[in-house]
């Protein structure tokens, strides 16, 4: 399998204060890697640098093989402003396509054709026309996957996707990305759930305060002290 | 009925009322546009800080005027020059530019955390609000100053004795806002919805919140004739809840804003005509009658 992203002793921070140091690891196509850590471990600061919306300040990520920071799906924690907004499902996931428009003002027919694909992928069709708000938190994710899905099908980045959502609409989240990992997606989640990240994930890459604790196959790290300290102490409980 | 009709044929006959139509629903129409994604974005607070920095700056041209009338006594043709300027621009060439800066600096503290965008916003209205008066106090040549301030914050008679030059600007502002508004449609909604995932994607967002306030400012700015610097919020806010309330996508709710806020000014400014209420809160009175009809019918809707 090709690399696609390659993560070489990177140290991000803000205003010169360095949140994570010497992060290395790789992502190739078709990985499953779950990011884990405590909250201000510089989770949210790597997906940023990840996107290309923040410089590193030191070491380097780069892309192979095709694969670039503008071609990933991003599924963003869901804000207060997203829960009451009014916009049916289809606006929702044709804005996906976005990028792939220009300076083009409108979607062309490729565009929407695209956006039907996606939503028939995540079998939300028949919400198409449904307004955004008026739906399960677990529907909510799917259009929000959809979106990212029509923004690329290499790779996707997912941002505590399950958060919020009941146990059952959780499990099923897990289910569907599975899935669509199985078809040769790339899937980074940045996660809490020690449990799950363990029980789908095909690499985990744990951030502690300030530095990297781990990164290697998930084999690996249900071995390793560490991974096992994790699961045996959390007990399924989040970790954050 | 037929007296009513004769009244309002009476009045439409004249040339200064057709304009002040014309330029009422294309205010209305704009600021209802900019509304929906003010609102979304939680951005009202913006439109609400910028009216009131409007009239600070008012304010400051009306003494910037006197003050420069009373300088030119004598042979300085500078002064004078200033003076004619303001006048004929109506204020404008100082109150815009001042407006565009605070919706700048308003977006922009609004994003950083140091003075909290609500504290800033606070901050820059009411101080804007106090320099304002004060100033109209200290240096105001006009004998009726309270009625004048009366006038820049509830809506004076202006609308009325809008110029041929002025209707032109506003006709092509509209068209300025309503081209913007369809060529970045889709983009505005990504960045309205969901500004991580438009980033991501590569929309530079930082660049469309600064063409919403910018637009916002330049709305502002023209909706003061119309309903004065208080009322403003309301053109903006109203018609957007309003058809929140019923509608389920954005394109509809976007569509069904303009169309409240323009028979709500219309209906507005006839009543002020036939029953000569103040033309400002006539129309944000109409707006909040229509608020409250669509909150009922949202509610009767859910129940079924």
């Known amino acids: 399998m090709s690399e696609q992203m390659i993560c070489r002793d990177v140290t991000l921070g803000y205003e010169g204060i360095a949140v994570a140091e010497g992060l290395s690891f790789t992502v190739s196509e078709g990985d499953y890697l779950c990011i884990l850590g405590e909250n201000g471990s510089g989770k949210s600061t790597l997906i940023k640098a990840l996107l290309g919306l923040k410089d ?3 070491g380097e990520i780069k892309w192979v093989n095709g694969a670039s920071s503008r071609e990933i799906g991003y599924l963003p924690q869901q804000t207060p402003v997203q829960r009451d907004f009014p916009a049916s499902v289809r606006e929702i996931v044709q804005s996906g396509c976005l990028a792939k428009c220009g300076l083009r003002p409108f979607y062309n027919k490729a565009e929407k054709a695209r956006c039907d694909k996606m939503l028939d992928r995540l079998g939300i069709t028949e919400l198409a026309d ?5 739906l399960s938190g677990g529907q909510q994710q799917r259009v929000l996957l959809a979106r990212a899905l029509c923004a690329t099908e290499k790779m996707l980045l997912l941002d505590e996707p399950v958060t919020g959502l009941d146990p059952k609409a959780q499990l099923e989240l897990y289910e569907r990305i599975a899935k669509l990992n199985a078809k040769g997606i790339t899937v980074i989640m940045v996660s809490h759930d020690v449990h799950m990240s363990v029980r789908y994930a095909t690499h985990i890459l744990h951030i502690g305060s300030h530095k990297q604790l781990f990164f290697g196959t998930k084999e690996e790290y249900a071995e390793s ?8 102490s959390e007990g399924g409980e989040n970790v954050g | 009925m037929g007296e009513l009709m004769n009244t309002l044929q009476f009045y439409f006959s004249h040339s200064f009322v057709q304009r002040a139509f ?8 704009c600021s209802s546009l900019l509304g929906v994604t003010l609102v979304l974005k939680r951005f009202s607070f913006i439109g609400d800080g910028l009216s009131h920095v409007a009239f600070g700056a008012m304010s400051a041209a009306t003494v910037a005027s006197t003050v420069l009338k009373a300088a030119s006594h004598g042979d300085n043709d500078l002064p004078m020059w200033l003076a004619k300027l303001l006048d004929e621009t109506n204020d404008m060439i100082v109150i815009l530019p001042i407006t565009l800066a605070a919706a700048i600096m308003l977006l922009k503290t609004g994003q950083n955390t140091k003075i909290k965008g609500d504290a800033a916003v606070a901050m820059i209205s009411v101080g804007s609000l106090a320099v ?13 100053i309270s009625g004048d301030v009366c006038g820049t914050l509830f809506g004076s ?7 041929n030059t002025e209707v032109v600007i506003c006709i092509a502002m509209t068209v300025l806002v309503i081209g913007v508004f369809v060529l970045f449609y889709n983009k505005l909604f990504a960045v309205t919805f969901d500004e991580s995932f438009a980033k991501a994607t590569g929309v530079k967002a930082d660049g469309y919140n600064l063409l919403i306030a910018v637009i916002t400012a330049l709305i502002i700015v023209l909706a003061m004739n119309l309903v004065g610097s208080l009322l403003i919020s309301a053109l903006i806010v109203f018609p957007a809840l309003s058809a929140m309330r019923l ?3 954005f394109l509809s709710v ?15 400014m006839i009543l002020s005509i036939l029953f000569s209420t103040p033309v400002g809160s006539t129309i944000v009175t109409a707006d909040i009658v229509v608020f409250f009809i669509f909150r009922i019918i949202s509610a009767i809707l859910k129940r079924e």
């Open chain 1, 225 to 232: 002290r560490l991974g096992q300290s994790f699961i045996l």
């Open chain 1, 130 to 134: 449904r307004c955004y708000r008026e």
């Open chain 2, 132 to 144: 304002g008066y004060m100033l109209v106090n200290m240096f105001s040549s006009s004998a009726n």
């Open chain 2, 157 to 163: 008679q202006s609308i009325l004795t809008l110029t």
């Open chain 1, 56 to 58: 590193v300040m030191s």
């Open chain 2, 254 to 268: 976007i569509i069904c804003s303009a169309v409240i806020s323009v028979i709500c000014a219309g209906v507005g």
């Open chain 2, 247 to 249: 509608f389920k996508s």
């Open chain 2, 22 to 29: 014309i330029v009422g629903m294309l205010i209305a129409l």
